[in-house]
Nanobody
Framework: QAQLVESGGGFAQPGGSLRLSCAAS????????VAWFRQAPGKEREGVSA????????YYAEFVKRRFTISKDNAKNTMYLQMNSLEPEDTAVYYC??????????????????WGQGTQVNVYS
């Protein structure tokens, strides 16, 4: 069964770091367009970062401000989101997503085939 399983969420103080992992099973991530999204309480889900499968372009939402890094480890069939300089506004449930369509350019797809279950990130003093 194809699925994405996330880990690495938790608590961090402002200015701290967390690394989220998203392991794929049942399919190979290296040919997939992948992304991270987040949803804070009372807010709509928003895109955080994405990697396009066709040209490897990496896109970050404006609010990331060079604090986060998205990556894929094809050998481990896992994608990551390294989050540094965390702020209380980063508190949210974070979701990974993947889609088999070949995509070029920067941005998020309207729809992704696979989604992780979500992992909670809490940032507070």
């Amino acid at each position: 069964q194809a699925q994405l399983v996330e880990s690495g969420g938790g608590f961090a103080q402002p200015g701290g770091s967390l690394r989220l992992s998203c392991a794929a099973s049942g399919f190979t991530l290296d040919r997939y367009t992948v992304a991270w999204f987040r949803q804070a309480p009372g807010k709509e889900r928003e895109g955080v970062s994405a990697i396009s499968s066709g040209d490897g372009n990496i896109y970050y939402a404006e609010f990331v401000k060079r604090r986060f890094t998205i990556s894929k480890d094809n050998a481990k069939n896992t994608m990551y989101l390294q989050m540094n300089s965390l702020e209380p506004e980063d508190t949210a449930v974070y979701y990974c997503a993947a889609d088999p369509r070949v995509v070029r350019g920067r941005g998020f797809l309207v729809r992704y085939t696979y989604w992780g279950q979500g992992t909670q990130v809490n940032v507070y003093s």
